[in-house]
């Protein structure tokens, strides 16, 4: 399996556009997690999904995040409008629910807004 | 205080040392803990996962719980650059309750 596989792996815009970070989940796996990393607020979850339904979004900043899970192979994670505090990197992970904490990263994607 | 605590380093040791990484945490109640190793630009993979107290093993890593302290520990034995990266501990309650990850320690093995 290729892993967790997520798209683009870097990405600058400028403050106020939309940006939409993309993510395919391993094959098989049930649960869906996306996360943002930072300097100084280190590896946060955002947000995550069982078997395409959002479960906890507790994660969410605000109201310019959000989150889809259209089938098992796909979910999106939209800032609009996006804010340089959004400049960050986003990983995806997922995992089975059998062992839903042993959770497989993608390589994350880089987001700069300037 | 913070749930999860962790030096953030960075931490220099030669080649061939055993290296101590640790965390400290605030929640009695977490009973998962795991170690995650992250390269430069990659995405965390999972090192070691333990469940309660006492320790394991698997090759040149040894992964550490002390619940009465609420510490736990990574040991890399004959350290090898390769093994220079970020670490981050991670704990939670239960299984299906979300993971709380430290801030990582970053560490440079020294050839």
């Known amino acids: 399996d290729a892993g967790v596989i997520q798209s683009p792996r870097h990405e600058v815009t400028e403050m106020g556009q939309e940006v939409t970070l993309r993510c395919k989940p391993i094959?098989?796996?049930?649960?869906l997690f996306w996360y943002r990393q930072t300097m100084m607020r280190g590896l946060e979850l955002l947000i995550y999904f069982n078997n395409n339904v959002p479960i906890d979004d507790s994660g969410m900043p605000e109201d310019r995040f959000s989150a889809k899970m259209p089938n098992a192979s796909f979910s999106t994670l939209k800032i609009q409008p996006s804010e340089p505090r959004d400049s960050a990197v986003y990983f995806c992970?997922?995992?089975?629910?059998?062992?839903?904490?042993?959770?497989?990263f993608g390589a994350g994607t880089r987001l700069s807004v300037l | 205080q913070k749930e999860v605590e962790q030096d953030p380093g960075p931490l220099s040791v030669p080649e061939g040392a055993i290296v101590s990484l640790n965390c400290t945490y605030s929640n009695s109640a977490f009973q998962y803990f795991m170690w995650y190793r992250q390269y430069s630009r990659k995405g965390p993979e999972l090192l070691m996962y333990?469940?309660?107290?006492g320790n394991k093993e698997d090759g040149r890593f040894t992964a550490q719980v002390d619940k009465s302290s609420k510490y736990i520990s990574l040991f890399i034995r004959d350290s090898q650059p390769s093994d220079s990266a970020t670490y981050l501990c991670a704990m939670s309650a239960n299984r299906d309750d979300k993971i709380i990850f430290g801030k990582g320690t970053r560490l440079h093995i020294l050839p």
């Open positions: 094959s098989g796996h049930d649960y």
């Open positions: 992970a997922s995992s089975l629910g059998s062992s839903k904490n042993i959770q497989y």
């Open positions: 333990t469940y309660s107290s």
